[in-house]
């Protein structure tokens, strides 16, 4: 990556949970090189968040109903990006990273990652609205772990996100 970003990341709070159902409906047990390419691109996804807002394929979302106001009052901005998911067929082919952004913080919170395959259209309102609440008190410290395992655990820290641009 060129340039530096003054943003960082935060994954929220359920962001993992996400990662392990995708991996789990997509994948299942047997297709460990499906959930190893699928890890390394997702890393390679929320890296290219920190390029903020060069980012290619994100397009703005309405955030769900009831709660949309209040948070964007605060300065937080609901994002889509689509990838095509590695190893899948059909409508698990077709991935989407939700994400929020509070300019004046500069954080970026990845909140959920799924496909078409568990929601044909995107995350159904009320558990979207908890991701959203939960994503906009966030602590808002970057946090994001080296990969322990090719299974669930994620992305890179921001200190070395930084030292690879």
């Given at each position: 990556?060129?340039?530096s970003?003054?943003y960082?990341?935060?994954?929220g709070p359920?962001?993992q949970d996400s990662?392990e ?8 047990r ?9 890890n390394e691109?997702?890393k390679?996804?929320?890296?290219s968040?920190?390029?903020?807002p060069n ?5 703005k979302?309405?955030?769900p109903?009831l ?17 095509p998911?590695?190893r899948a ?7 989407r990273?939700?994400?929020m952004?509070?300019?004046g913080?500069?954080?970026i ?5 799924y496909?078409?395959a568990q929601?044909?259209?995107?995350i159904?309102?009320?558990p979207l ?13 970057p946090v ?6 090719p ?6 820290s921001?200190t ?6």
């Open positions: 990556m060129s340039g970003s003054d960082h990341l935060e994954l359920k962001f990662v159902s995708l991996q789990r409906e997509t994948y299942g047997s297709n460990k090189k499906g959930i190893v390419e699928f691109l997702l390679k996804l929320l890296l968040l920190l390029e903020w980012v290619l394929r994100v397009r979302e309405p955030f109903p709660i949309g106001e209040g948070v964007t009052e605060s300065g937080w901005t609901f994002h889509k990006l689509e990838f998911t590695p067929d059909g409508p698990g082919r077709c991935g990273l939700m994400f952004v509070h300019k913080d500069q954080l919170v990845p909140i959920a990652v496909t078409h929601y044909p259209g995107r159904p309102p009320g609205k908890d991701l959203v609440l939960a994503a906009s008190q966030s602590q808002r410290n994001i772990a080296e990969p322990a395992e299974a669930p655990a994620l992305a890179v921001a070395k996100a930084s030292d690879e641009k």
